[in-house]
T-cell receptor, first 114, second 115 residues
Framework: GQQLNQSPQSMFIQEGEDVSMNCTSSSIFNTWLWYKQDPGEGPVLLIALYKAGELTSNGRLTAQFGITRKDSFLNISASIPSDVGIYFCAGAYYNAGNNRKLIWGLGTSLAVNP | NAGVTQTPKFRILKIGQSMTLQCTQDMNHNYMYWYRQDPGMGLKLIYYSVGAGITDKGEVPNGYNVSRSTTEDFPLRLELAAPSQTSVYFC??????????????FGPGTRLTVL
């Protein structure tokens, strides 16, 4: 099935560093989403993007919807230990007739060294 | 609100056994989903439902069945468990209307091992 290319696959950083990850697709989307999954939990939505070029922040997190509608990135500034987890991108092309299925990336595993 | 609840949290099955994974949401969401997550992988959609009485296949439906008799419940049935079905199963729900995305809320997952 269709899948997004998410990179990097994993990151190990020092506390206080900034983090950047991205997703690319061969298809255009009208929705990009970024989720975080803590160990042993289900994913939780961090940021939703609905418009090409849109730049949205949620605290220390910033995400952008690429102009081509085929990519998105997520930045985390000044990382802290609780940022540890797996970050997933997900995309979809929603219209009035479709069924709201998301296409998921494989995730970026983030480890933060205090 | 409890949100999305899933039972059991863990289960070990023998090959060929059957079981039902339970999922309940109390948010009056119309859409519900079942995903599986294999180690180091993303989420793959097994089945979804757009409302009571309506279900449809996702990306990996083989070996599973679902039903949606009420808005709240969306059980996932494994009829003849196989080792390839060892995974973590997540149920999710959303209230979706119109053409825009609405957030999917996830349950805590069921960790299934088939030996």
């Amino acid at each position: 099935g269709q899948q997004l290319n998410q990179s990097p696959q994993s990151m190990f950083i020092q506390e206080g560093e900034d983090v950047s990850m991205n997703c690319t697709s061969s298809s255009i989307f009208n929705t990009w989403l970024w989720y975080k999954q803590d160990p042993g939990e289900g994913p939780v939505l961090l940021i939703a993007l609905y418009k090409a070029g849109e730049l949205t922040s949620n605290g220390r997190l910033t995400a952008q919807f690429g102009i081509t509608r085929k990519d998105s990135f997520l930045n985390i500034s000044a990382s802290i230990p609780s940022d540890v987890g797996i970050y997933f991108c997900a995309g979809a092309y929603y219209n009035a007739g479709n069924n709201r299925k998301l296409i998921w990336g494989l995730g970026t595993s983030l480890a933060v060294n205090p | 609100n409890a949100g999305v609840t899933q039972t059991p949290k863990f289960r070990i099955l023998k090959i060929g056994q059957s079981m039902t994974l339970q999922c309940t949401q109390d948010m009056n969401h119309n859409y519900m989903y079942w995903y599986r997550q294999d180690p180091g992988m993303g989420l793959k959609l097994i089945y979804y439902s757009v409302g009571a009485g309506i279900t449809d296949k996702g990306e990996v439906p083989n070996g599973y069945n679902v039903s949606r008799s009420t808005t709240e419940d969306f059980p996932l049935r494994l009829e003849l468990a196989a080792p390839s079905q060892t995974s973590v199963y997540f149920c999710a729900s959303s209230y979706s209307r119109g053409s825009s995305y609405n957030e999917q809320f996830f349950g805590p997952g069921t960790r299934l091992t088939v030996l």
